[in-house]
């Protein structure tokens, strides 16, 4: 299936990629993240062998893309309409793994301001629609997971508007491909077309392996409003004004 | 289609479900209650067959039911006969299931909210089969209400006539066939022959969905009856990657040649992982000191040896030809279900 990992421009053929292509994708992704978004929690490939009884026999690429503890406020209505610009602020006060100590001790001083919820996000590589797929789950800052109407209340309008519509092909519950628990995902069986219509826009992408590098960064910037992420426009600009 | 299909249609396990003792509240506890579960059905879709039995006993609350077999909980999602062949090494008959309708352990499960989640939980891993089949799944999406109703009434009722006449116009075909004396779409009955034959001439992937659930011993046994018990769904690994059919020198492709490529990491030899590494090799540039290194010093890991594939409740030779095996033997969202317990030894220091 993976015959044609080495050249690119297959990316711009059919809006596919293969498990080796992601993870340099990803490599490049996270690496561009933290360029770009310095103040929030990075994205870390986090190497997973399926088999966890055979040490490091297993291919490099196996694992996926991890980006927890990005919090974002209850919105109130009227607030909706900054929204992104709110959550992005709200995380530059917390970095990584002290922010969790820090919301236990002020959990009592809390309870009358807005709740915070952590939402955990995996990037994760689908091999039957060779494309990524978006994992995430969300908890409350006691570590209550939230209900997925409690969620559906995080995501950006247009989201739940679409939810509404199709509540079972949109975001459903699924088991994570790694973790075996239950994680929520959005559905991926659309997501090569639109990855072929971003690229053939940009015929001057799809040169020398540019594309790969390029894949996630595209993918993410459309994936990522879907959960109320947004990219920098200077990590997609200079992305590829770095090669061109 | 084969006179095996129509078996594993027609299969099911007969399963005594007791009710868990803690939502027993009636003295005498209730008996427990005997079922029959077809194989490529969904253990909470009994429900209107077991809760006759126990609601009277029932504590107050409301039903969020399932499953568990020697404490571990069953994942609905799974197909009851798929199931049966991963947890029941030795096949007990009847299978002695328990059956709760409280305090769903919904860190471990995914929330089933009735026949809903089973169907759509169906038509999602249909989607995803046409998907790696066709390189889309419009066909799915594209489907009418009416039709997607009978391919799901069709399954829920074990209606295999039905199915067929649905599930042709999916235009999924049947994969091509090395050794089959049996595929000759005039004579089939469905009225789609043209069709099928349309797909099967423009086949252009001979990607196979394939779920594989493996789980490993590192001590030899005998008897079925001495193979370890599976008590956490962490010891099984979950495989849900294609399987390219590849046809080297006339030499047909194996249910074995399967298995292997699905496990690189214990059959390296397989052309799947080679031409992953070499494109790796090629394409990265400054990644290739971190990500190249560590493989090129794997050892080939000579003692991981296929103990026994499972499908559908038999266990097939694995020299058989895969396409027969899918063909045949697959479910009907159109993946293959794949059970397979390897035996894998440190170094030989165990033997």
Known sequence: MDVKTGSSDIIGLDGTLSSTQFFLSALSFSDNWKRFNPSLPPWIWVQFPKHRFISSHNKVFEGYLSLENMCFNNLTQEEESNRSSTSKEECNTSHGEEEEELFDYATLVQSNCNEVNHYDFHIVYSPSYRVPVLYFRACHSDGQPLSFDEIEKDLPGHSSKLLSESKWTFITNEEHPYLNRPWYKLHPCGTSDWMKLLFQNDTSLNKNGFVIEQYLVSWFSVIGQVVGLKIPLGMMDTNVANHS | ?351
């Open chain 2, 1 to 351: 289609m084969s006179e095996a299909h129509k078996f594993v249609w027609e299969g099911s396990i007969p399963l005594q479900i007791h009710l868990h003792q803690s939502e027993i509240t009636t003295l005498p506890p209730p008996p427990p209650a005997l079922v029959l579960a077809p194989r490529i059905g969904y253990l909470p879709l009994l429900i209107s067959l077991i809760k006759p039995h126990f609601s009277t006993t029932l504590p107050p609350g409301i039903d969020t039911i399932w499953f568990e077999y020697k404490g571990l909980p069953l994942k609905w999602y799974i197909p009851t006969g798929v199931l049966f062949d991963l947890l029941c090494m030795e096949p007990e008959r009847p299978w002695n299931l328990t059956v709760h309708f409280r305090g769903y352990p919904s860190n471990l499960l995914l929330p089933c909210e009735g026949v809903d989640s089973i169907k759509w939980s169906f038509i999602n891993s249909l989607k995803e089969a046409a998907y790696v089949i066709n390189g889309n799944c419009k066909n799915v999406m594209n489907m009418s209400q009416p039709d997607q109703a009978e391919l799901w009434h069709s399954v829920l009722s074990g209606n295999l006539e039905s199915y067929r006449r649905v599930s042709s116009k999916l235009k999924l075909g049947t994969f091509e066939d090395e050794y089959a004396e049996n595929i000759n779409p005039v004579s089939t009955k469905s009225q789609q022959s043209t069709e099928e034959t349309e797909v099967t001439g423009q086949l252009k992937t001979g990607r196979i969905p394939v779920r594989l659930y493996v789980w490993t011993v590192n001590k030899d046994f005998d008897d079925l009856e001495d193979a370890p018990q599976i008590d956490n769904w962490d010891k099984v690994s979950y495989i849900n990657r294609p399987v390219e059919i590849h046809k080297d020198d006339g030499k047909y492709f194996s249910l074995n040649d399967a298995v292997r490529s699905l496990l690189p990491e214990f059959f390296p030899g397989s052309s799947f992982v080679d031409e992953e590494d070499a494109s790796i090799n090629r394409s990265t540039g400054e990644e290739e000191e971190n990500t190249c290194d560590p493989m090129s010093s794997f050892q080939p890991l000579e003692n991981a040896e296929i103990k026994l594939v499972r499908i559908q409740g038999i266990e097939p030779k694995l020299e058989i030809p895969f396409s027969w095996v899918v063909n045949n033997l697959m479910n009907p969202e159109y993946f293959l279900h794949i059970c397979v317990c390897l035996k894998v030894s440190e170094a030989k220091a165990l033997q």
